[in-house]
């Protein structure tokens, strides 16, 4: 199966909000797939599909050590968040090279519908819990480098628009 092409921090798509996914059908079971082994092949813990140019409400996330747990959110939605925050150093398949802190809700719950269409409520804290928020931000068109300061951001534009260019030379 093919991989997917990740589009990359500041390409205008990836602040599209997604909609919906309507079916758990063999078009959505056949996204998930390649998403997954778009993530795993780029050694990603989540990837939404945002960051592949399909605009609808699916993440795929994998924080085990293993790399053989994945977990699959469809139409997610947090239902309960931790007051107790967290802040950790974040990266982004979308914004290669880049890490920095952010601070999230260190334990968060979310009703979802697993790659077969059955709802599902996660509980998850930690590093799944970060991943989760973050992936789940991608589906509002929000990159992590937006929670930095202008200045940060604005340093990580350029670096990637610089590394652009040098790939089209290259
Ligand atoms: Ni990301």
Not at 15 to 20: F, I, K, L, S, W
């Amino acid at each position: 199966m093919a991989l997917l092409p990740i589009l990359v921090y500041p390409d205008p798509r990836l602040h599209t909000v997604a909609r919906p996914v309507q079916e758990v059908d063999a078009r959505v079971k056949k996204l998930v797939a390649q998403m997954l082994e778009t993530m795993y092949d780029a050694n990603g813990i989540g990837l939404a599909a945002t960051q592949v140019d399909v605009h609808e409400r699916l993440v795929v996330v994998d924080v085990s050590d293993e790399r053989n747990q994945p977990l699959v959110l469809i139409n997610p939605e947090i239902v309960w968040a931790s007051a107790e925050k967290q802040v950790s150093d974040e990266g982004c398949l979308s914004v290669p090279g880049i890490y920095d802190g952010v601070e999230r809700a260190q334990a968060v719950k979310i009703k979802a519908l697993d790659e077969l269409g059955h709802p599902r409520t996660i509980e998850a804290e930690g590093t799944l819990a970060v991943c989760i928020q973050h992936e789940m931000d991608h589906l509002l068109g929000k990159v992590f480098v937006e929670y930095l300061s202008p200045l940060k951001r604005n340093r990580i534009k350029t670096k990637m628009l610089k590394a652009r260019r040098e790939t089209v030379r290259a």
